[in-house]
């Protein structure tokens, strides 16, 4: 745990009282006809704006929500935002309109502390994703020091997490700390055996995290649609099911090297398969690596979910990245409920890389169970794979 967490400078550390202090917060939440549908990550960053709020400072907010792509979007404007923190915090939080500018200067300055400002989505700017230095000046330009407690960002090198720490003395907030603190768990010393469990959709977007996984774990357990790539790419017949022939070859060699390396490569050996994904569809449990044309298979079947379960029991250290099969429709939820349970049920130290696994866990009653659900899929996976990431480097001393 030292390793990750060593010089990381903390917010409890910082001389915030009667302070201007700029927050990155992570508010990118999901809208539905403009109304919050989960509010985890508003929630995520309480402790922090609290500690802040409890020491006399003002906290001035920033964060993106959605891609606008550098154009103001009235749908992705911050008021269902805020209004939904003034409900958490129980105390007034006054929107702004923008985020850089005169009059934005001049509200923060009218302001007291103790009062909570949030600054319109900094993504309505083509300079914040560009991380230009002049916008991140005049962000920098609003505050006294900058706390980062943006977890899910902190592999983004944009101006509001990275280039602003130019001008700023700068901090990580308690959400950060802790998910640093948990990730430790896997990337210090982890207990042993460790292993990864690695699903979802599409195969391209974790053959690099599998690629750097393998010295570092005992085992992999492969699910979800990236089974099927896999499977494919070793010559078996899958039917309809989803596969990305264009990796076949990075697979292959990814195969060699998970030998070399003596790790074993889990996949399914059943599948729940279909011939449409619906929930009156017909299904039958059908040979993973024997699917006739015409059927797909959508999750695994139970002699996988034995099988992967008896991995799970004598893990020491769990990583769980991305559901077993269709989880949203309800033919296909087994698979990833059953390893879900039995993670949760696990003796290991267990963490899941949120996104669709998370929203899985949740659904399903499990998240109780698990160790550490991170708020930030890309920037918990980067950090797993052993990557280096700016915006959290940028928060250590020396």
Not at 247 to 272: M, N
């Amino acid at each position: 745990m030292v390793k990750l967490l060593k010089e990381l400078r903390g917010v409890q550390d910082a001389p915030v009282t009667g302070k201007t202090v700029l927050v990155r917060v992570d508010y990118n939440v999901p809208l539905k006809r403009g109304d919050i549908t989960d509010d985890a990550r508003i929630r995520a960053s309480l402790p922090t704006l609290i500690h802040l709020l409890d020491r006399k400072a003002k906290p001035v907010l920033l964060t993106h929500l959605g891609r606008p792509e550098g154009k103001t979007v009235p749908e992705l404007r911050l008021e269902p935002v805020a209004e939904r923190l003034q409900v958490l915090l129980d105390r007034p939080v006054r929107k702004l309109d923008d985020c850089i500018g005169e009059g934005v200067s001049e509200a923060i300055a009218d302001g007291s502390p103790g009062e909570v400002i949030l600054l319109e989505n900094v993504r309505f700017h083509r300079e914040e994703t560009a991380n230009e230095a002049p916008f991140a000046r005049a962000l920098a330009s609003l505050g006294d020091l900058y706390v980062n407690d943006a977890f899910a960002t902190l592999h983004r090198a944009h101006a509001s997490t990275l280039g602003i720490c130019d001008h700023l003395p700068s901090y990580a907030g308690m959400l950060i700390q802790r998910e640093v603190a948990a990730l430790s768990h896997l990337t210090d010393e982890p207990a042993r055996p460790y292993l990864a469990i690695i699903g979802g959709k599409k195969a391209r977007s974790k053959l690099g995290a599998l690629r750097d996984f393998l010295p570092r774990v005992n085992a992999v357990l492969i699910g979800g649609g990236v089974a099927f790539t896999f499977l494919a790419a070793m010559g078996h017949s899958v039917g309809e099911s989803m596969v990305d022939r264009s990796v076949f070859d990075e697979i292959t060699k990814l195969l060699q090297a998970a030998d070399e390396h003596g790790v074993p490569i889990h996949l399914p050996r059943d599948v729940v398969s279909a011939q449409e994904m619906s929930a009156d569809t017909q299904t039958e449990i059908r040979p993973a690596a024997d699917l006739p044309d015409g059927w797909m298979g959508l999750d695994i079947g139970p002699e996988t979910v034995r099988l992967f379960s008896e991995q799970i029991e004598n893990a020491k250290t769990i990583a769980w990245i991305g559901p077993m099969g269709a989880f949203e429709t309800e033919p296909f939820s087994h698979g990833t409920n059953a390893i879900a349970s039995a993670v949760a049920g696990s003796n290991a130290f267990t963490v899941v890389g949120g996104g669709e696994t998370g929203e899985a866990l949740t659904k399903m009653d499990h998240a109780d169970g698990i160790s550490y659900i991170s708020t930030g899929g890309g920037a918990c996976l980067a950090i797993l794979r052993g990557k280096s990431l700016p915006a959290l480097e940028v928060l250590r001393d020396g």
